[in-house]
Nanobody, 122 residues
Framework: QVQLVESGGGLVQAGGSLRLSCAAS????????MGWFRQAPGKEREFVAA????????YYADSVSGRFTISRDIAKNTVYLQMNSLKPEDTAVYYC???????????????WGQGTQVTVSS
């Protein structure tokens, strides 16, 4: 199995930036595609971004495209989510996930972290 631990969440003003990290351990990190999801209060968990095994292919939700960047460092067993131009609607618990493919579908991911809170004030 893969264990995932998110970090880097916090409180930031609208227009600000934040970088989330997801540290992986257990099975070989490079064997999995990685994704970021988020869940706001009272809403369903939604897809944010995904990255392939090699890190050469990325995929973003329309709501964050152009503002967020997903990347991974195989040597450090870590995936990142750089969030720029943050908006109040980005407020949510952000979850890191590992799966067989980097898709927008929750069911394609096998392993999940515990989440990190991101709050964007207006």
């Amino acid at each position: 199995q893969v264990q995932l631990v998110e970090s880097g969440g916090g409180l930031v003003q609208a227009g600000g930036s934040l970088r989330l990290s997801c540290a992986a351990s257990g099975r070989t990190f490079s064997s999995y595609a990685m994704g970021w999801f988020r869940q706001a209060p009272g809403k369903e968990r939604e897809f944010v971004a995904a990255i392939s095994w090699t890190g050469s292919n990325t995929y973003y939700a329309d709501s964050v495209s152009g503002r967020f960047t997903i990347s991974r460092d195989i040597a450090k067993n870590t995936v990142y989510l750089q969030m720029n131009s943050l908006k109040p609607e980005d407020t949510a618990v952000y979850y890191c996930a590992a799966g067989i493919a980097g898709t927008s579908l929750i069911r394609t991911y096998e392993y999940w972290g515990q989440g990190t809170q991101v709050t964007v004030s207006s």
